[in-house]
């Protein structure tokens, strides 16, 4: 049901803002972010925040700490005889630096090894917040499937985080938190602090002993693939990585991700239960005490999953579609009121979406989808079928002012598809939109949609920063960045280029190979007797080429660089890459 408060709301503040929602340039920010603090959040949502808006250093037992509210992850340390494990460092190095500074105010012991429960930045990025000048370098730990995890999120990592962005709320005004957190801590940084693990294990469990404390890395796939837990025996503690949170799970994420198995993170927390751990401690959200509490929570969580992949795959034997399946599938009231399976976060309709494509993928079955019009096409139809920009328009504000606002929203972005210019259009999908975000519990579907609503007004853009694709650059291995060239290269520019590189590094004395052939790349670790093209330089230097042309201008002049088999020729080759 519409929010009736959301909808006057809106309404008055369209009426405010005129016909076209034109306004001074002076009083136009005070006046957006009016129209964000107009839209009232569910109190629900709201009252979540408590469980995260704090700093504050959390004792679990006499010897591990839960570090919470410094970003949208925790931290968490585990004290041995001669040092300390930090499990997960946040996504920010400046909140990896505060935690570790809290943490100094308990034990002064040097860090002794990281541990990354999974790929995800929020879990990674703030690694070089924890490392300390006057220590040796610590070990970190991971599963080896993190390796192939972080090339699938680099391949994507432009929209990848353009849509986190949105799906996080970490530019909008009025942000209330983030469903496992309070915001995001990444728009002010821009060399991410992400440090490679140099300790890998495969399979299902690794014991391992640091500082004197014997833990076991247990693979818990669930949000990822790549997910692990860290059990400690001797205490009954069991940190679970992101396989609890205090909210319905991401079982899929709208930010964009592959479809998460559902089956394999029912097995995972199986597995948790199997351990009868006596504390349960999340990256998100607070530590739980007390086994039979923990059994309970754990039972309801599984199940409240294994509901969600039941009941989808049940009416997708039926045939119905995905969308049709998703007004279907309802938690049972009992676990839908559960204090841990609120849709705060996940939602149970994305969730059988999910499902959806992980058995069927991307084709609902509806000869319609076969092969669609294009969205351009598709609106140009429908503008014409509706007579034309202005009667669309007119339809478009006639059902907003009814309250029909996914109606409204569908008119008006067919109506920018056709006239992107159209102002009227752009003020009736971004009313739309705030609309509909405020009646959402979703942090994640409430942010997404008002930051939608703010770029659709040019007020907000969420693409890479060229800071932060720096600083990228500067830190990533080069395998990784020269493994990115395969999803860059433009076949439209360069057809019928054929043509093979060898790289050699004489700082790390190695050689990478580039091959272009049939419009692919290919990319080799390894030297090679037959090439058309040879280059020698260093690390550093391709680091700084790749960054900045002036840079490669000045290299050649310089020196630092050499090129046999002509320097055009290797021109002509790399400017097949997309640069931005």
């Known amino acids: 049901m519409a929010n009736t408060g959301v ?186 602090g992400l440090i490679f693990p140099n300790k890998l294990f495969v399979g299902i469990e690794r014991d391992i002993t640091v500082a004197g404390v014997n833990m076991k890395l247990v693979h818990i796939p669930g949000e990822t693939p790549d997910q692990i837990g860290v059990w400690l025996p001797d205490q009954k503690v069991f940190l679970c990585a992101d396989d609890v949170y205090r909210a319905f799970p991401n079982l899929y994420a709208i930010r964009g991700t592959k479809s998460r198995s559902l089956l394999d993170w029912t097995s995972s927390l199986d597995k948790i239960i199997d351990l009868e751990p006596h504390y349960l401690v999340p990256s998100h959200t607070r530590p739980l005490e007390g086994a039979n509490v923990i059994l309970s929570l754990l039972t309801s969580y599984r199940d409240a999953i294994q509901f969600v992949h039941d009941q989808t795959v049940r009416f997708m034997n ?49 000869p319609v989808d076969l092969s669609p019009l294009t969205p351009d096409e598709l609106a140009h139809r429908y503008v014409d079928l509706g007579g034309g920009v202005e009667r669309c328009v007119a339809a478009a504000q006639e059902a907003l002012d009814k309250g029909d606002h996914r109606w409204a929203l569908t008119l008006a972005s067919h109506v920018i598809r056709v006239d992107q210019q159209n102002t009227d259009a752009r003020r009736i999908a971004s009313l739309s939109m705030m609309a509909l975000g405020g009646q959402q519990v979703s942090a994640n579907g409430r942010n997404y949609y008002f930051t939608s609503a703010l770029e659709v007004l040019g007020e907000l853009n969420t693409r890479v920063k060229g800071d932060r694709r720096q600083g990228f650059i500067r830190i990533a291995p080069m395998a990784t960045l020269f493994s990115l060239l395969r999803v860059r290269f433009m076949p439209e520019t360069c057809p019928n280029t054929n043509t093979t590189i060898l790289f050699e590094f004489t700082d790390s004395n190695t050689f990478i190979s580039l091959t272009v052939r049939n419009s692919i790349v290919l990319i080799g670790d390894r030297t090679l007797t037959s090439y058309q093209i040879k280059v020698k330089t260093t690390e550093t230097v391709w680091r700084e080429i790749t960054i900045s042309k002036m840079a490669a201008l000045t290299s050649y002049a310089t020196g630092e660089i050499e090129v046999v088999g002509g320097l055009v020729n290797f021109r002509n080759v790399m400017s097949c890459f997309e640069r931005d």
């Open 7 to 192: 909808v006057v709301a809106l309404v008055l503040a369209a009426a405010a803002f005129g016909g076209n929602w034109l306004w001074s340039r002076q009083t136009k920010k005070e006046q957006i972010e009016r129209l964000v603090t107009s839209v009232r959040a569910p109190d629900l949502l709201k009252q979540h925040s408590h469980v995260f808006n704090k700093k504050e250093i959390i004792q679990v037992t006499p010897n591990v700490y839960s570090a919470i509210g410094f970003a949208i992850a925790n931290s968490i340390m585990i004290v041995g005889d001669d040092g300390i494990i930090i499990v997960d460092v946040t996504e920010s190095v400046a909140a990896g630096r505060e935690i570790l500074a809290a943490f100094r105010n308990i034990t002064s012991k040097p860090v002794k090894a990281i541990i990354y429960t999974h790929n995800h930045a929020d879990h990674t990025y703030g690694a070089r917040g924890f490392i300390e000048q006057d220590q040796p370098r610590p070990e970190i730990w991971a599963h080896r499937s993190i390796l192939s995890e972080f090339q699938t999120f680099f391949y994507t990592s432009p929209i990848g985080y353009q849509r986190a962005m949105r799906q996080f709320g970490v530019l909008i005004p009025n942000h209330i938190n983030s469903g496992i957190g309070m915001k995001l801590r990444v728009a002010d940084e821009g060399q991410p």
């Open 318 to 366: 039926k045939g119905l579609l995905p969308d049709e399946i998703a007004t279907k599938v309802r938690l049972p009231e009992h676990l839908a009121t559960h204090p841990y399976l609120i849709e705060l976060y996940g939602t149970v309709e994305w969730s059988v979406k999910g499902v959806f494509n992980t058995y069927i993928g991307w084709f609902s079955g509806d």
